[in-house]
RNA sequence: GUCCCCAUCGUCUAGUCUGGCCUAGGACGCCGGCCUUUCAAGCCGGCAACACGGGUUCGAAUCCCGUUGGGGACACCA
């Protein structure tokens, strides 16, 4: 058995996309199921789009979903008299040609042919020309053969036939030296041993042409699998409409990494009924008989909901690790930093049964961060009554008094004081909720106390007192 | 226009390869209820799909053909 050895190529001409993670995803799934490689690539052959910027934001993107890569990233630019020698050994062994047709002139009879319903496909007139001496405007042409069929048996596609009479004669090396895609892709994933070609299916007609540059080499063809696109919610190919474009969006949109690759791995992959999996399962169960051939809409919603499922299971501190940036971006930073060892924690058990992003829980956390808040206009309108008074007042000398300030004791002291004043547990908790917290709506009353400490609970009560005492009956 | 891929609830999907266990299961969302100190969470229930037409077969969501629909590719982009 070879190794197995798998590659993510992107063109940094943008940033890292959902799509994109979703492929890279794939191929490092099955890389780590099968112990083989999961090679990174980066096809910058397009002098005129890539960026370092986009470099960058790929890297960043794949490091903060957590797909390590074991070889690279390499980048073609890199690589160019590899291209080139290996473009000159098809030209020497006549399987290639220069061709002097202009990009105009190509583009010219391109539309021409369009027009007339014709075959788009150059026609061939270099092909016999015999050009041994190229001007410096000639581009190198790949021979691409003209009979029978070219086969695939893909991952996920299963059989796939093209007949080779449709095939074009592609340019490989540009006019500039440069080499073009359908050319340095086969170079690097021969020379790099790939052995799964796993991609978009936007790929799917490239590999045809592929094929027989890998079989004019000596080289062997590696398996190719195609993955389905992912669509929009109007069934269009994914993109900027559909909301959020880079990965890294949605780690500043209050996701977890690991939420993310769940739910992506979810959108074409299935293992039953299952929908939450841990990366080592995934790693353990991922197979590409159980992958969708037809595409997925995108669906934030859903999106959402796992990242929700994330935020309650995972372990609170590292929630809480994660919750820290968002946390400075609310400007409650310094005051979250100066809580006691542990407070962040309780603080995230407390709120992460009740938001969906770190942004949510960041914004949420407020109340409990803060020394003073405000109270909401309409929740003290409606329950900080003059009437309410008494026992509040009688709930705060209590838990002044109190030896401990714990959830049992507070709990205990509370109860009493319903007792005294003969009330029902909803008329003394919501005015306790709104004085606490502002809101009326919050985690549990004693929970509440607990974070704010004895102190500030005591500060609000008081407060919560005098204006209840003050409002208009 | 040519070639290629795809087709189960609104969405993600199980089931399709190896026809019968499918009066089609789960999940998100939506609606209703329960629980309850609020809001959530949780639990229970409801709505909701085999694109269409032909075959093959005792029997088809499952196999075959066609139609329709959607997507992709046809660059000196990747």
């Known amino acids: 058995m070879t190794e197995v050895r798998v590659r993510f190529a992107p063109s940094p001409t943008g940033f890292l996309h959902i799509g994109g993670v979703r492929t890279a995803l794939f191929n490092w799934l099955f890389a780590r199921r099968e112990r083989g490689k999961f090679i990174l690539r980066i096809e910058d052959t397009d002098q005129s789009r890539s960026t370092e910027e986009s470099i960058q934001a790929i890297l960043e993107g ?6 390590d890569w074991d070889e690279g990233p390499f980048r073609q630019t890199a690589r160019m008299d590899l291209y080139r020698q290996h473009a ?5 062994q006549r399987q290639a040609y220069w061709c002097v047709c202009s990009a105009e002139e190509l583009e010219a009879r391109r539309k021409e042919a369009q027009a007339k319903g014709l075959q788009q496909k150059y026609d061939g007139r270099c092909r016999e020309r015999g ?10 042409r790949f021979k ?10 893909d991952l996920i596609k299963g059989r796939v036939v093209f007949e080779n009479n449709l095939l074009d004669d592609l340019i490989i090396l540009r006019s500039n030296g440069y080499p073009t895609y359908n050319f340095s892709v086969v170079v690097d994933d021969a020379l790099m041993g790939i052995t799964h070609v796993i991609r978009g299916d936007d790929h799917l007609t490239n590999t045809p042409r592929q094929i027989p540059m890998f079989q004019a080499l000596a080289f062997a063809v590696p398996r190719f699998g195609h993955l389905s696109m992912i669509m929009g919610s109007d069934k269009t190919r994914l993109s900027k409409r559909h909301g959020a474009t880079s990965i890294l969006a949605y780690r500043d949109m209050g ?29 353990e169960k991922f197979s590409f008989e159980h992958v969708q051939k037809s595409s997925a809409v995108f669906n934030p919603e859903k999106m959402v909901w796992v990242n929700a499922e994330y935020i309650k299971s995972n372990d ?9 940036p968002f946390l400075e971006q609310a400007g409650l930073g310094a005051e979250a930093n100066a809580m006691p060892e542990g407070w962040l924690e309780q603080l995230v058990v407390a709120l992460r049964e009740r938001c969906k992003t770190l942004v949510e829980m960041a914004t949420m956390a407020a109340p409990y961060v803060q020394r003073d808040i405000v109270i909401e206009e309409d929740a003290a309108k409606k329950h900080l009554t003059p009437d309410i008074t008494p026992a509040l007042s009688r709930f705060a000398d209590r838990v002044a008094a109190l030896a401990e300030f714990s959830h ?13 004043h003969g009330l029902r547990m909803g008329q003394l908790a919501q005015p306790v909720r709104v004085t606490l917290t502002g809101r009326t709506a919050s985690p549990g009353l004693f929970e509440v106390m607990e974070l704010l400490g004895r102190e500030r609970t005591l500060a609000r009560l008081r407060t919560g007192i005098e204006r209840a005492k003050a409002a208009r009956p």
Do not use: C
């Not at 041994?132 to 405007?137: F, G, I, K, L, V």
């Not at 691409?144 to 048996?153: C, F, R």
């Open 255 to 283: 996701y977890l990494p690991e939420a993310v690759v769940n739910y992506l791995v979810r959108l074409g992959w299935s293992h039953g009924d299952q929908e939450i999996f841990s990366r080592r399962e995934l790693i």
């Open 131 to 140: 050009i041994t001496n190229p001007s410096s405007e000639a581009a190198l």
């Open 62 to 67: 794949l490091r903060w979903v957590g797909l």
């Open 408 to 420: 049992a004791a507070l709990e205990k002291a509370f109860m009493e004081v319903l007792d005294e």
């Open 88 to 92: 000159m050994k098809l030209f020497e």
């Open 316 to 324: 609170p501190k590292r929630v809480a690790t994660l919750l820290q």
């Open 144 to 153: 691409a053969p003209q009979e029978g069929q070219t086969v695939i048996d």
